[in-house]
């Protein structure tokens, strides 16, 4: 206790520099934590906007239907989507057909892809069908069809217009049916908003000759950090089907996954130089103190103490520093996710509301999500670079001779 309360009061000898490093490692927590937690909450948002109009926290496949998007992977789901549903955590399982064809107006024709939805199980879980009301969704056999907004104008159609889609069946033949524009939506992606054409699930599967067949079954959870508990009892259940494969949404949609993996490493390496910048200031401040009490280390050693004691010394030094570094750098560090969490970073004035990142819309409005695991971590890590940076402090003090000390002026 008396080495605590020596280190303690040998701090505050120099107390404008003591405090200028306390600000200074507190400060790069605080942000480390802030910022990550800011990242983390965009994430979360974006993979769970993303898996809803996408593949699902969770997604059954058959074969290798994800490698190469073949519509002869499809599949009858029988009791597959009653049986995930029924399973803890898992908020709605959604049947879809994706089929590749033509759309032709009287005027224009683009290439398209078909998507055969349950626009009832989709309304309130697909963020492309959130803005419209039930009147305005197709339904189950219907030929209504929900077309995005840069295709709609593309073709040169409006609301209420007919137009005729084309697309190979199963047996190799082309087929051509009428549909009428019931609805239209705009997504914020380009590639999407030229090329999204929604129709009931039953009018696609019977178009393309599978009737009752789909290619996937998209499983949205009602949290996402469940994944990993839900996953192996969709295994279990797709136990006796070997055809049929489970994924997480990761593997079926690896744009998003990579751009986020890509721009949170960028992140990493800034939070280490940053934390190795304030590393090096914690070296120069204890050894500053150390080279200011040359010839005090000195008399130390004279009368008895050992150098060991003079190395735990400076150890327990920088110990005190990290864990009051720690401390008030969390407690900011709250603060600011805090603030972050309840208004977040509007930057509607300097991006495009519908900027896209890995194929996902990205809210212009960032708001950060509770990460109390990594806020633990960096703070135990900010701890360690502490007496890691005491490292050379302490041989140099241990390698103070006491004659040669004494004579320090």
């Keep these: 206790m008396d080495l605590f309360l020596l280190a303690w009061k040998n701090l505050w000898r120099s107390r404008r520099r003591t405090l200028i490093t306390l600000a200074a490692l507190s400060f790069s927590l605080m942000l480390v934590q802030g910022f990550h937690n800011l990242s983390f909450g965009v994430y979360s948002e974006m993979i769970d906007s993303g898996v809803r109009a996408g593949t699902g926290h969770l997604v059954v496949y058959q074969q290798d239907y994800v490698a190469g998007r073949d519509e002869k992977f499809s599949f009858d789901p029988q009791k597959l989507v009653s049986q995930i549903s029924d399973l803890d955590g898992v908020e709605a399982v959604l049947p879809r057909l994706y089929l590749p064809g033509l759309a032709q107006s009287s005027r224009e024709s683009r290439g398209i892809l078909l998507t055969g939805v349950d626009p009832s199980a989709e309304h309130m879980i697909n963020p492309f069908l959130k803005n419209l009301t ?12 929900v077309l995005g907004s840069r295709l709609l104008k593309e073709l040169q159609l409006k609301p209420g217009n007919k137009f005729v889609v084309t697309l190979q069946r199963r047996d190799g033949e082309l087929v051509s049916e009428m549909f009428r524009v019931h609805s239209v939506v705009t997504t914020g992606i380009k590639n999407v908003d030229k090329s999204l054409l929604l129709v009931g699930r039953e009018r696609a599967a019977a178009m393309a000759g599978m009737p009752g067949e789909v290619h996937e079954l998209a499983v949205v959870l009602q949290d996402q950090r469940a994944d990993r508990q839900v ?12 055809q049929l494969r489970a994924l997480s ?55 008895g103490a050992s150098t060991l004691r003079l190395r735990v010394l400076v150890f327990v030094e920088a110990f005190l520093l990290g864990v009051v570094a720690m401390l008030l750098g969390s407690i900011f560090g709250s603060l600011l996710t805090w603030y972050l969490s309840a208004v977040g970073i509007d930057l509607r004035d300097f991006i495009d509301s519908s900027l896209e990142f890995g194929g996902v819309v990205f809210d212009p409005i960032m708001r950060a999500s509770w990460d109390l695991p990594y806020m633990l971590q960096i703070a135990g890590f900010m701890l360690l670079l502490s007496l890691a940076a005491a490292v050379y402090p302490a041989i140099k003090a241990g390698r103070i001779l006491p004659a040669e000390a004494l004579r320090h002026h």
Aim: proline letters at 5%.
């Design 231 to 242: 996953f192996p009892l969709l295994q279990a259940l797709l136990h006796d089907r070997p």
């Design 249 to 303: 949404w990761d593997e079926a949609m690896p744009n998003l996954s990579n751009a986020i993996k890509l721009d949170y490493a960028s992140q990493k390496f800034i939070f280490v130089i940053m934390l190795l910048i304030v590393t090096i200031g914690v070296i120069n401040t204890l050894l500053m103190s150390v080279m200011e009490r040359f010839r005090e280390f000195g008399v130390m050693l004279a009368v």
């Design 134 to 145: 039930a009147e305005q969704l197709p339904t189950l056999s219907g030929r209504e069809a």
